[in-house]
């Protein structure tokens, strides 16, 4: 089992960046793909970006592509997303989630087996 807590997240005018960090204790992290999902109000969660244990393989959600980057550092136990150029529609509550399957960073739900609690990013018109 592994634990997720994210952090980073807060208010910044549309045009800006954060970065989202979330780290992970327990089971040895390089087992796990880490995806970032998020859920705006009123909407379902959806994925954002994902990333394979070695770092290699990456995966984004179309209308992020070119602004936000998802890394790792196996080392720290940590995934990061960098978001840049944000938008009034990124603010949502972002997730991190780790799934067994660490070769395939998947877009999907179903495939992650651990959460975390959640951070908000609010951006401002």
């Known amino acids: 089992q592994v634990q997720l807590v994210e952090s980073g997240g807060g208010l910044v005018q549309a045009g800006g960046s954060l970065r989202l960090s979330c780290a992970a204790s327990g089971r040895t992290f390089s087992s796990y793909a880490m995806g970032w999902f998020r859920q705006a109000p009123g909407k379902e969660r959806e994925f954002v970006a994902a990333i394979s244990w070695t770092g290699i393989t990456t995966g984004y959600k179309d209308s992020v592509k070119g602004r936000f980057t998802i890394s790792r550092d196996n080392a720290k136990n940590t995934v990061y997303l960098q978001m840049n150029s944000l938008k009034p529609e990124d603010t949502a509550v972002y997730y991190c989630?780790?799934?067994?399957?660490?070769?395939?960073?998947?877009?999907?739900?179903?495939?992650?087996?651990?959460w975390g609690q959640g951070t908000q990013v609010t951006v401002s018109s």
């Open positions: 989630a780790a799934s067994a399957r660490r070769n395939i960073p998947s877009n999907s739900e179903g495939e992650y087996a651990y």
